[in-house]
């Protein structure tokens, strides 16, 4: 048993060192790419192709890797509220999920992959070779799947049990001829096993994977083909590229002690204010924003660095986990940001666009918090104002952090000047962020770097899963026309602009407490888009709406991921932390109405800039 174990690691390495391989391929072929068009003047033809190629297979073959790591992204809705002996039966219930989903990509997947003909555009290769990803990738997982255990079970092949239901369980529901089936429509059949399995903390990934598998399962397996060609296709975007390249440039600069400098240079702007530390905090948030986009990755980062030192200066760790977890909603606004390459893909909405709308809201929000941080800190005497740093030391923190505050005026300007598009954008800042790393800072060591690719890896899979997932989901509900019933229904909405936005905001605040905001963003553009262009809101405005409005759900219970974040890392109670958000909270509430019904602080910046 121990030799087969050792000889199933051995696989798990070999496949991450592919996948990881493959990752830092892309960005080499991105790169590669910008070389020859701006300075060889003779652009490739094949390279952005390839690249997508083995971005498809990183995805599916990581897929097996976090079932292995337990990193793929769930609700935490009942995992958080139950006893922890009783947790392995929802692990156990998800094995048996994963499992049955993963036979469906692997049944369904190898019938698409069969009947696929012709050839990619510039490569010229058979195009089911793309499509294999996806029963490839469903193998390994099922294969992980049995290497689990989630009950403890002394006996050997115990993860067969869950496996084995989770075959019974394709069989039920999710093969061409399934044993059972429901009268309802697709569309309720759609919403209620996807939502219910969520709130049973399956991971989101495969909640919706199952939920579109088993809506078109009683007509046959012709319905089931779009579904597995919709998950590859989905993810074969070189605009998604874009993510686990700013993922990996943020990874490099935080292991290039960037955090650091970044956190001096706020203490030289924002040090000596009233609540000083907690300032900091803010500004340093907003500052790393503009590195990786993802607001988890960032709080994080900066819990870890600042909230002890905010302990030892007097202020109580749940108030310091509220800080971080509430200013950390502003790096999904301040780009590049995550969020708004996800609304980009789903709406054919310009990126740059996005990006440069999102600069005005999101220094808002940070002037929203800190004014809030002021009163708090006023309020409980924590921290009073002090005498500011000498010019001398500001200028040497600003010098300092020079290098890392290029990144985001270097992404915008190259983006709204037409010089590189996000993805080109990313990895060209991948590669940027080394060399400061190795040649400026001196803190990152070579050695480093495959540690900071398998970080990026996961990160990027956890991510990309949901969004390819999220295409069938979102294909299901294009069949069914559930978007323009919605739109039928709400036309009279349409009609009046500000209503509508007002209905948005609320809407949109309810979802945000029940989903994940990636994968919100992709199942809900397609259906709120047509709506809100019929009532004369523009596309990027209302991009910059909905990140809003699905990021502040971060904050708010049951999901509050921000808040579990946090306040694991201060190790204090969640709901301490909730009492200490809620000012925060409704601070950004006030600026979140502000830039709804004040279009022009989103485009504003985008009608100046415009040639």
């Not at 945000?512 to 199942?523: D, F, K, P, R, W």
């Not at 009492?579 to 602080?601: N, Q, R, S």
Request: charged share 10%; with cysteine; net charge positive.
């Amino acid at each position: 048993m121990n030799t087969l174990r050792r000889y199933g690691n051995w696989a798990l390495t070999g496949l991450g060192g592919l996948c990881v391989a493959m990752l830092t391929l892309t960005v080499m072929l991105t790169v590669l790419q910008v070389v020859f068009r701006y300075i060889l003047d003779s652009p490739l033809s094949w390279s952005e192709e390839l690249a997508r190629w083995m971005f498809v297979w990183a995805i599916f073959l990581g897929c097996a890797l976090l079932i292995s790591q337990h990193k793929h992204m769930r609700m935490e809705f009942l995992i958080s509220r139950i006893d922890p002996s009783k947790v392995r039966w929802l692990d156990l219930l998800s094995q048996v999920v994963m499992a049955a989903a993963c036979c469906a990509m692997w049944v369904h997947g190898w019938d698409f992959c069969s009947r696929v003909t012709g050839t990619s555009g510039s490569l010229e290769w058979p195009s089911k070779y793309l499509y294999m990803a996806v029963p490839v990738g469903a193998g390994l997982s099922l294969l992980c799947l049995a290497c689990d255990n989630p009950m403890k079970w002394k006996f050997p092949g115990a993860g067969l049990i869950g496996v084995g239901g989770g075959v019974l369980v394709f069989h039920m529901f999710l093969s061409a001829t399934p044993w059972i089936t429901f009268d309802l429509g697709v569309g309720w059949i759609l919403h209620i096993v996807a939502l219910g399995l969520m709130f049973l903390d399956v991971p989101i990934a495969y909640c919706l994977v199952f939920a579109a598998y088993a809506s078109f399962a009683k007509q046959g397996d012709l319905m089931m083909l779009p579904i597995s060609q919709s998950l590859a296709s989905s993810v074969n975007s070189f605009l998604l590229l874009s993510i686990p390249f700013f993922i990996l440039a943020a990874h490099v600069m935080n292991a290039s002690g960037i955090t650091h400098h970044l956190i001096r240079f706020a203490s030289a702007l924002v040090g000596h204010m009233r609540g000083g530390l907690a300032q900091v905090n803010v500004v340093t948030n907003t500052v790393m924003g503009g590195l990786s986009g993802s607001s988890l990755a960032v709080a994080v980062g900066t819990a870890k660095v600042l909230v002890p030192e905010m302990e030892k200066r007097g202020y109580p760790r749940p108030f310091a986990a509220a800080v971080t977890s509430c200013a950390s909603t502003i790096d999904n606004l301040i780009p590049p940001s995550i969020g708004m390459i996800i609304f980009s893909a789903a709406g054919a909405v310009s990126v740059g666009a996005l990006f440069t709308a999102g600069i005005l809201p999101g220094l808002l929000m940070a002037l929203a918090l800190m004014m809030t941080v002021h009163v708090q800190a006023k309020r409980r005497g924590l921290e009073a104002s002090t005498a500011p740093m000498a010019w001398s030391d500001r200028f040497l923190a600003f010098r300092d952090a020079i290098p890392a505050l290029l990144v985001p005026l270097f992404v915008v300007l190259g983006m709204r000047g037409g010089a590189f598009t996000a993805s080109e954008a990313g990895a060209i800042a991948v590669v940027y962020a080394i060399v400061i790393g190795v040649m400026t800072y001196r803190q990152l060591k070579w050695q480093h770097i495959p540690g900071i690719l398998k970080e990026g890896l996961t990160d990027t899979v956890a991510i990309i899963a949901i969004v390819a997932a999220s295409a069938p989901f979102g294909w299901a509900l294009g069949i069914e026309r559930i978007p323009q019933q919605i739109a039928q229904s709400m036309a009279f909405l349409a009609e009046n602009k500000w209503l509508f936005l007002l209905a948005l905001n609320v809407f949109l605040l309810l979802v945000g407490l029940a989903m994940e905001y990636i994968a919100s963003l992709v199942i809900l553009v397609p259906i709120l888009m047509p709506i809100a262009m019929a009532a004369g809101i523009d596309p990027v405005h209302l991009g910059i709406i909905m990140v809003m409005n699905l990021v502040l759900g971060a904050l708010t219970p049951p999901l509050g991921v921000l808040v579990f974040a946090t306040a694991n890392i201060a190790k204090v109670k969640i709901n301490e932390v909730y009492k200490e958000v809620m000012p925060f909270f409704w601070a950004l509430m006030g600026v979140l109405a502000l830039v709804t019904y004040v279009p022009w602080i989103s485009l504003g910046l985008n009608q100046w800039l415009a040639p």
